[in-house]
């Protein structure tokens, strides 16, 4: 049994081509800003360094628009196969 990670962390992307690959993944992202304030949800969109998060996790009918440099670190499921 292949043990693969459908959307794999690497440590030598930028955090916004790792979004880039979450969001081609359909998979839910956690990001925790510099000032320790944390978001989960969808990733919508990514353009000009900014983040647009969408069905945000407790605030269903909210979406959260980020500064990609304002983010120290990302969270997503690694799923196995």
Same mark, same amino acid.
């Given at each position: 049994?292949?043990?693969?990670?459908? *959307?794999?962390?690497? +440590?030598?992307?930028?955090?916004?081509?790792?979004?880039?690959?979450?969001?081609?993944?359909?998979?839910? *992202?956690?990001?925790?800003?510099?000032?320790?304030?944390?978001?989960?949800?969808?990733?919508?969109?990514?353009?000009?360094?900014?983040?647009?998060?969408?069905?945000? *996790?407790?605030?269903?009918?909210?979406?959260?628009? *980020?500064?990609?440099?304002?983010?120290? +670190?990302?969270?997503?499921?690694?799923?196995?196969?």
């Amino acid at each position: 049994m292949d043990k693969t990670p459908l *959307v794999k962390m690497h +440590a030598l992307n930028s955090f916004e081509e790792q979004l880039k690959l979450i969001q081609q993944g359909h998979k839910k *992202v956690t990001i925790v800003l510099k000032s320790g304030k944390e978001y989960s949800g969808n990733v919508a969109e990514i353009e000009q360094g900014r983040l647009l998060l969408t069905k945000l *996790v407790g605030k269903e009918y909210f979406d959260a628009l *980020v500064h990609i440099e304002d983010i120290s +670190a990302l969270e997503s499921r690694a799923e196995y196969m």
